[in-house]
């Protein structure tokens, strides 16, 4: 199974600020995660289920939460822990990691493939991305794109993969 991790980020790595993203909506942003991660499974914390930005498949979704009772929506099951969440989606081809920032310090070691969009600007925020290591991870792709009439920041989808 390939464990890969979707974010937008800042320059400054922030990733949220109030459980919501930093920066004015960019409708490329959400139009590319919609069609990296169609048909497959998505792994997310409490916070980022929590969110008004929350993202999720129709294919099925794992929330971890330290909490053993948490009410989840339809289309949505608890797990306690990562290593849980993982073993629930075990056999999938692929599964995506959505956040916050915890699941993804977490999930680093376990990643094959990470898929950013890196906004190009500096933001206030209360939760960042972790570092990436370079000798862990290089850049597989990386494609720039300017701000325009739908997309009011500068932005750039890099994909990155664990080197062998």
Known sequence: MIISLIAAMSTNRAIGLNNKL?????????????????????????????????????VGNVVVSRQPAYPL??????????????????????VFILGGEE???Q???????????LV???FEGDA?????DHAVFGIATQTDHGADAQNPLDY???V????Q
């Open 73 to 94: 929506d339809a289309g949505f099951e608890l797990a306690s822990s990562l290593p849980q969440a993982i073993e629930k989606v075990r056999g999938q081809a692929e």
């Open 22 to 58: 930093p920066w004015p909506h960019i409708p490329a942003d959400w139009a590319n995660l919609e069609r990296v991660t169609a048909n497959k499974m998505m792994i997310m914390g409490r916070k980022s289920y929590d969110s008004p930005d929350r993202v999720w498949s129709k």
């Open 107 to 117: 999930s680093m070691a376990l990643a094959d493939r990470i898929y950013l969009t």
């Open 103 to 105: 699941i993804f310090r």
């Open 156 to 158: 750039s989808f890099v």
């Open 160 to 163: 990155y993969e664990r080197r």
């Open 128 to 132: 960042f991305f972790p570092d990436i």
């Open 120 to 122: 190009h600007g500096t």
